[in-house]
Nanobody
Framework: QVRLVESGGGLVQAGGSLRLSCAAFGSILHINAINAWGWYRQAPGKQRELVATIASGGSTNYAESVKGRFTISRDNAKNTQYLQMNSLKPEDTAVYYC?????????WGQGTQVTVSS
């Protein structure tokens, strides 16, 4: 079992930056076996969507809407992943969820609110 705890959300003006963190707790065997880590977001009235992922080998993938503005990274020694968000836009407002895939299981964090004011 893996438990994910997010932090770093908040209110920011358009053009600003935030860094989200997601710490993993639980079985070290399971944490080390995670296939991919990622961030998803869900805006009011919309479906949850992928923001960025990072595979265990380090390859990354981004939604088109955040390419060039967001960066996903991971510190394996701290069992923590990050999402650096720059040049934030009001349309980035959503609840952001941390995800870890240990196929076929998905682990999710509780979510952290990001609000970008215009």
């Amino acid at each position: 079992q893996v438990r994910l705890v997010e932090s770093g959300g908040g209110l920011v003006q358009a053009g600003g930056s935030l860094r989200l963190s997601c710490a993993a707790f639980g079985s070290i065997l399971h944490i080390n076996a995670i296939n991919a880590w990622g961030w998803y977001r869900q805006a009011p009235g919309k479906q949850r969507e992928l923001v960025a992922t990072i595979a265990s080998g380090g390859s990354t993938n981004y939604a088109e809407s955040v390419k060039g503005r967001f960066t996903i990274s991971r510190d394996n020694a701290k069992n923590t992943q990050y999402l650096q968000m720059n040049s934030l836009k009001p349309e980035d407002t959503a609840v952001y969820y941390c995800n870890a895939k240990l196929v076929p299981v998905d682990f999710w964090g509780q979510g952290t609110q990001v609000t970008v004011s215009s």
